[in-house]
C-alpha cells in the first residue's frame, strides 16, 4: 500500500465536469493498493498519517499533527502509485490489487479517517478523476506500508 500525502490549502476532485469532493486546508491523500494489501497495513497506514507532525507551529516549524490543526482530508484512489517502472517504457499494474479489494480498503480509510473525527471527502472509485489543489510549502510526503 501506498500513499501520498500532501499538504494543501485547498483541494477538489470533479468526475465528468462536476465536484464530487472538495476540502479547504488539509491533506491531500493518494492511496494505492496492491495486491496483498490487507487491514491491518490500512491501518498502520492510516494512523501514521493521523499522526504525522506536517504542519506547522507557530514558530514555523512542522511540529503539529492533522488532528491537533483540524485539518480535513480528500482521499482519491490511485492505482498508478503501485505501477512498476523499472523494465520498458510502460507501466506494469500486476502488483496493483484486484478492484474489488482495492475498492474495499480505499472505502476503510475514508471510514477509519472520519472515525477519528476528520472532515472527509473523496474521489469516485475506478472514474476517471481531475483533481485540482494548492499545495501549501509545497509538502508532499511518499508512505508505504
Avoid at 488539509?26 to 491501518?43: T, W
Avoid at 479489494?101 to 472505502?107: P, V, W
Wanted: aromatic share 8%; hydrophobic share 40%; glycine share 8%.
Amino acid at each position: 500500500m501506498k500513499a501520498v500525502i500532501q499538504r494543501v490549502k485547498d483541494a477538489q476532485v470533479s468526475v465528468d465536469g462536476k465536484v464530487v469532493g472538495k476540502i479547504g486546508f488539509g491533506l491531500l491523500i493518494y492511496l494505492g493498493v496492491q495486491k496483498g494489501d490487507s487491514l491491518e497495513k490500512l491501518q498502520w497506514l492510516c494512523t501514521k498519517i493521523m499522526k504525522l507532525r506536517i504542519f506547522s507551529d507557530d514558530k514555523g516549524k512542522m511540529n503539529l499533527s492533522p488532528k491537533e490543526v483540524a485539518a480535513s482530508m480528500l482521499v482519491v484512489s490511485q492505482f498508478t502509485l503501485v505501477a512498476n517502472l523499472s523494465k520498458g517504457n510502460r507501466p506494469s499494474y500486476d502488483e496493483a490489487a484486484d478492484p474489488k479489494d482495492a475498492d474495499l480498503l480505499y472505502q476503510k480509510s475514508l471510514e477509519l479517517f472520519r472515525s477519528e473525527g476528520f472532515f472527509v471527502q473523496s474521489g469516485t472509485f475506478g472514474a476517471h478523476m481531475e483533481v485540482t489543489y494548492t499545495n501549501d510549502g509545497p509538502v508532499t510526503f511518499m508512505l508505504q506500508s
